[in-house]
């Protein structure tokens, strides 16, 4: 979106005209794109992944051996081949913290009730996301986290553009980008609560878990042995196998989702991001379970989302920074919290759990190996210096260098292709490391998929999967405290309707059936204003144009329970007239939604670009707005209702 349309959003904020449509279900999105591209695109979990253009985007971080970023490097420094082919470099430039960066657009001055969730972030800034793994990490670990996060903090240099988020079962944004170490530190203090994971075997921390059904019943095994007992034993130990495989699958599910979600609000900002995911386990499948029937099936799973996830974390132009929370670890075996364990007795147990933690240590560390090199960025582990860590991917991902090309192979069969870039003269007599994305897929940039097919030509499932991730997106893009989408950039206005508070809700709301929404209630207007250019109208054949918007204001308590829904959607069957107006007015839209007066609650504003199912999204507290002056009966809806592009009810341009 070009600044001047930008502006034309801020400047034609009028009262909306509400749309008396029926409601229907969110259709299917379009395909983004994985190589990378010259213009601002918008990925969504989709079936595949495309791009208009046949360029391939690597940021590639350079430094001594002593870890500090090497500057001043030219291309002809670089030397870069796919498939051990040389590339010729089409742009090339140099990124450095150091530089002088011009700030980004700044926000008008809104008046009372006016909100947005345009963002102005500098052209050449680098963002760094503190991502804290409640999920996967026990609470002790948590704890250590964060008190090196406010080691980190107290010392963070001004200008450091950083955001927090949390991951449970689902993403939550702690606090949006800020440049000012006051503010980080404020969330960091106050927003980290450390969280206990439901999911892991040891949620806690500081041993190897609980003991199992399987480990007692090996020592008290008949001596002898007993065919029959031996039978049960191995039963048992399947069922604690699918048990624990279970959790893990529901941990790496709900993990990719939150990955995909990130990389989608990523990507609506220009630059290189910087992940830096603190987690206490890794459950991203990359090799098979001995210990189930089908030890395949998890890994062959995980692998096609991985994929997945990698694919939009490229195309969002981020660096994934593993950091194993859990410091420099010592084996549980020797822990004092395993003291009941008869390891003396039962030296096989005590065998058996030590090559279970190294295993999964390899594994795991696999992982974020694999991740970091998927994205171009680094895995810290075995070190107690998680504040350093945080500085050194800080560091890293703002001092680097963009190399692009167009690969001279143009056979798109979504195979994998290797990307290996080196240095050439004094710069590589100097020892330097190199740090990138080392391949990508080759999916069609021109075609669009085939119905059901996924980028990673799967033979399991693939509709399945990309079916997920649709919903996944539209989960995280409705969820109280997740981060809001901006693929859709808006204004809106919320007031009170009256000044009075209403024992029902407003017409057409849908509250919750549980009666967790106590009367009294207050109506708002909740007034819309967006740009024609963000929304998706598909040209036909007679001329005309369709497409489908939807409007929505969720109200949430503390808790982020649903209490109230105010949803409309319209499908526009346009005209080439109507669409002419629709074209050149901005896009306004009316709601009234009822929240509670006596709690807590928060509303969720919602924007929904039927067709490629594209978000905006903006969340306030609704005590934020319940204080202001209504705007009484002079902006109730009008009768009949009409659209800014002058179309009737229907969408069908016939008035």
Known sequence: MTRLARSLLFACF?????????????????????????????????????????????????????????????????????QKRPQ??????????????????????????????????????????????????????????????????????????????????????????????????????????????????DPVGGGAGPEKLSDVMQDSAPAGGDAMFA?????????????????????????????????????????????????????????????????????????????????????????VYPVDARGLMTPPMFSASNSGKNYARNPSSFSKDSQKFFQSQAQEH???????????????????????????AIDAGANYYTLTYNPTDKNWNGSYRSIHVDLTGTAAMQGAKLEYRHGYYADDPQQPPKKGELATQATVTPAQLADHAKEAYTRA?????????????????????????????????????????????????????????DFSMLPQSDGRHTGGIEFATMVYDADGYLLDVSDKQIMLNLEPATYKRFESSPVRFQLLVSAPVKQESFMRLIIHDVPANHYGVVEI??????????????????????????????GSGKQ
């Open 231 to 319: 039978q049960t034993l191995a039963s048992v130990q399947q069922f604690e196998a699918e048990q624990a495989a279970l959790q893990t699958r529901m941990r790496t599910q709900y993990t990719l989702d939150a990955f995909n979600a990130l990389a989608h609000y990523l990507s609506n900002f220009p630059g290189r991001k910087n992940l830096i995911w603190f987690s206490g386990s890794f459950p991203l499948q990359i090799e098979p379970d001995p210990t189930l029937n089908d030890p395949f099936a998890a890994m062959e799973d995980s692998n096609r989302e991985f994929r997945e996830t990698t694919n939009l974390l490229t195309l969002a132009q981020t660096s």
């Open 14 to 82: 009028v009262p909306a005209i509400p749309l008396a449509v029926a409601q229907q279900q969110p259709a299917a999105n379009q395909a983004g794109a994985a190589t990378g591209q010259a213009a601002k695109t918008t990925p969504i979990p989709a079936e595949t992944l495309h791009t208009g253009t046949q360029l391939v985007i690597v940021d590639v971080v350079v430094q001594d051996r002593s870890g500090h970023a090497i500057h001043g490097l030219t291309r002809d420094n670089f030397v870069l081949t796919e």
């Open 88 to 201: 010729t470099i089409r742009n090339f430039e140099e990124h450095s913290a150091t530089a002088n960066q011009k700030p980004g657009p700044a926000i008008p001055a809104m008046p009372p009730g006016v909100f947005t969730n345009y963002m102005p972030v500098a052209p050449d800034s680098t963002l760094n996301i503190l991502l804290i793994d409640a999920l996967n990490t026990p609470m002790q670990d948590q704890m250590y986290v964060r008190q090196q996060l406010e080691d980190y903090v107290k010392h963070a240099k001004p200008g450091v553009n950083a955001a927090v988020f949390g991951l449970t079962n689902r993403l939550i944004m702690l606090q949006g980008f800020t440049a000012d170490p006051s503010v980080l530190r404020a969330a960091v203090e106050h927003h980290l609560i450390a969280r206990s994971s439901t999911l892991l075997d």
């Open 477 to 533: 893009a409705l969820s109280r405290g997740a981060p809001a989408p901006s693929d859709i950039v808006f204004k809106v206005r919320v007031l009170p309707l009256t000044g009075k508070n209403e024992d029902a809700v407003a017409p057409g709301n849908q509250a919750d059936p549980n009666g967790r929404m106590k009367a009294p209630y207050r109506t708002f207007a909740v007034d819309y204003v967006a740009l024609p250019g």
């Open 621 to 650: 507290p609704t005590a934020e707005v319940g204080h202001l002056p209504a705007l009484e009966s002079e902006t109730a809806p009008a009768s009949p209702a009409k659209s800014a592009a002058g179309a009737a009810p229907d």
């Open 366 to 392: 696999m992982t974020m190996d694999q991740m970091a090199s998927d994205t171009g960025g680094h895995a810290y582990y075995n070190t107690n210096g998680l504040s350093a860590a945080v500085a050194k």
